[in-house]
């Protein structure tokens, strides 16, 4: 059974930064691409950012591209998201994804709030 657990979010102006954090309880974290993924209400579920299994490839939804940077720690079986420059439309609640970069696999984490203010 494989656990993620989202951590980081909280409430921004526009223009700030938050890093968020997941954090993944198995032991094959090192073999999975990983994915940020964020949804409001009343939408789907969107891609924000993917991560290869090793680090060495990324791939951003073009609404964030130049603004977050995703990175992983396999040693701490740690994905994170860097969140800079931050827009009141990047309000949503974020889910780590275990499985793939752009197209999820089948573990999420339960989710962080992230809001930013105008």
């Known amino acids: 059974q494989v656990q993620l657990v989202e951590s980081g979010g909280g409430l921004v102006q526009a223009g700030g930064s938050l890093r968020l954090s997941c954090r993944a309880s198995t032991r094959t974290f090192s073999g999975f691409a990983m994915g940020w993924h964020r949804q409001v209400p009343g939408k789907e579920r969107e891609f924000v950012a993917g991560?290869?299994?090793?680090?060495?490839?990324?791939d951003y939804a073009d609404s964030v591209k130049g603004r977050f940077v995703i990175s992983r720690d396999n040693g701490k079986k740690t994905v994170y998201l860097q969140m800079n420059s931050l827009k009141t439309e990047d309000t949503a609640v974020y889910y780590c994804n275990q499985g793939g970069m752009r197209n999820p696999g089948a573990y999420w984490g339960q989710g962080t709030q992230v809001t930013v203010s105008s």
């Open positions: 991560i290869n299994y090793s680090g060495d490839r990324t």
